[in-house]
């Protein structure tokens, strides 16, 4: 029993100290996570050795993790590929240290999904995540008004880059938008998890990231649509049933109201000049009108990314490797380097092929259909933290679409994290 407490509150701290360095983007940092996550699993292989047997839960999403390290691994073997290199990949170190970093994410997706198991954990883990998500956007606000005082290098809390800063921050508002809408909590606690989610919202806004907020956009919308059954299914008898359906399209329509009003007041807190300049930014940027005749925007590192993919169709040019393999098809001056494509499902395919995205794929439609899967639990808190989990996963898996937040390392841990409370059965397989 206390290695399981043990466990279960180291995880809570990886949690919370993960962005503290600049989300953990830099090697040193990246390391320090990975070395902390093998430190726990080491507890945990402790723990089996002296019980005799491994407290493991069975989840599927694990599989698409184990898929991926195999493709790094295929990447790095000395197979050959032509053009000099002795692999697949454009370069070796860095897909070996990708891979090292797949294995500490699956560790701690399995610790998580392991030993963050029955409902007290589970709320407390949500408490953790939220407060974490809260004092990030706080600070985030306060650097705006009174000046770099914390994490010089950062405009956004912890964070270097605004989009990586609302990325972070939408996974929370999902959490607390879950137990919102779950009536699961007494009035003070509803005051107060409305209270974060604004706090959050407002960092959001604050970023001025368009891709946080059409994601958080979409969050708000998708909560309000999966909160439909959700009534639906807890409501008593046929008789009252068709009231009901009624109170839920106007609860949900509220919901969606409430959302937008929190957003809108949140942008007029905090100022939407920002957020308003990048706005009217976006169509020089999608028609490339770049100065000086440099041509640097996502449409252009997308074509070239596409181009890249289509000599490099099947299983990629390595995991990590993406920079290096990228120069021979940026088309720009090569004043600015090109390091990610600033889309994650183009990367992945980039990165591992027409099998990674499969595997990316695969993922995605497990994590889904089982998330639904476990919100129909009768248990009204833990339906509420699946559905919260659900939509802050759906917020980053929008928000990736125009950004690499699944590449920053705390963002990544949060996605595994909410992934597990998403799809835990809250069962254990030993051996």
């Given at each position: 029993m206390i290695f399981d407490k043990i466990i279960f509150y180291a995880l809570l701290i990886l949690l919370a100290l993960a962005p503290l360095p600049y989300g953990a983007v830099e090697a040193w940092s990246t390391a320090l996570w990975e070395l902390c996550v093998f430190a726990v699993a080491m507890i945990w292989a402790a723990q089996a050795a002296i019980e005799g047997r491994l407290k493991i839960a069975v989840n599927p999403l694990a599989l698409p993790l184990i898929a991926l390290l195999g493709v790094a691994i295929v990447q790095i073997l000395p197979v050959g590929s032509g053009g000099g290199r002795q692999t697949i990949s454009y370069d070796a170190y860095v897909t070996s240290q990708a891979a090292i970093k797949i294995f500490a994410s699956l560790c701690f997706f399995l610790l998580f999904t392991t030993f963050v198991s029955d409902d007290n954990r589970r709320y407390l883990a949500v408490n953790v995540i939220i407060a974490m998500c809260v004092l990030i956007a706080l600070v985030g606000i306060g650097q705006s008004y009174i000046?770099?005082?914390?994490?010089?290098?950062?405009?956004?809390?912890?964070?270097?880059?605004?989009?990586?800063?609302?990325?972070?921050?939408?996974?929370?508002?999902?959490?607390?938008?879950?137990?919102?809408?779950?009536?699961?909590?007494?009035?003070?606690?509803?005051?107060?998890?409305?209270?974060?989610?604004?706090?959050?919202?407002?960092?959001?806004?604050?970023?001025?990231?368009?891709?946080?907020?059409?994601?958080?956009?979409?969050?708000?919308?998708?909560?309000?649509?999966?909160?439909?059954p959700n009534f639906i299914s807890s409501r008593k008898s046929k008789d009252?049933?068709?009231?009901?359906?009624?109170?839920?399209?106007?609860?949900?329509?509220?919901?969606?109201?409430?959302?937008?009003?929190?957003?809108?007041?949140?942008?007029?807190?905090?100022?939407?000049?920002?957020?308003?300049?990048?706005?009217?930014?976006?169509?020089?940027?999608?028609?490339?009108?770049?100065?000086?005749?440099?041509?640097?925007?996502?449409?252009?590192?997308?074509?070239?990314?596409?181009?890249?993919?289509?000599?490099?169709?099947?299983?990629?040019?390595?995991?990590?490797?993406?920079?290096?393999?990228?120069?021979?098809?940026?088309?720009?001056?090569?004043?600015?380097?090109?390091?990610?494509?600033?889309?994650?499902?183009?990367?992945?395919?980039?990165?591992?092929?027409?099998?990674?995205g499969l595997i990316a794929l695969a993922f995605l439609i497990l994590l889904f259909v089982r998330g639904f899967s476990a919100a129909q639990s009768r248990n009204m808190e833990n339906r509420a933290i699946t559905m919260g989990a659900l939509a802050g996963c759906f917020a980053i898996s929008v928000h990736s679409f125009v950004e690499f937040n699944l590449q920053i390392t705390s963002n990544a841990q949060l996605f595994l994290a909410l992934a597990a409370l998403a799809t835990s059965e809250h069962k254990h397989y030993e051996e």
């Open positions: 000046g770099k005082m914390l994490w010089q290098r950062g405009a956004y809390g912890p964070f270097v880059n605004r989009n990586h800063f609302a990325g972070f921050l939408e996974m929370g508002v999902g959490l607390a938008g879950g137990l919102i809408i779950g009536r699961v909590v007494k009035q003070l606690m509803l005051a107060i998890y409305a209270s974060c989610a604004l706090a959050m919202c407002a960092g959001i806004a604050l970023s001025a990231s368009r891709g946080g907020l059409l994601a958080l956009g979409a969050e708000i919308v998708f909560l309000a649509i999966i909160a439909i009252s049933l068709r009231p009901s359906r009624a109170g839920i399209l106007l609860r949900s329509a509220a919901a969606m109201i409430l959302g937008f009003a929190a957003l809108g007041g949140a942008t007029l807190l905090v100022g939407s000049e920002g957020l308003i300049q990048n706005i009217t930014q976006t169509g020089s940027e999608i028609e490339s009108e770049s100065t000086s005749g440099e041509r640097f925007s996502r449409r252009e590192i997308w074509s070239s990314t596409s181009q890249l993919i289509k000599d490099h169709p099947y299983i990629g040019v390595g995991l990590g490797a993406y920079q290096f393999a990228y120069t021979r098809y940026d088309q720009s001056s090569g004043a600015q380097r090109v390091e990610q494509s600033h889309n994650d499902y183009l990367q992945i395919v980039a990165d591992a092929g027409l099998v990674g």
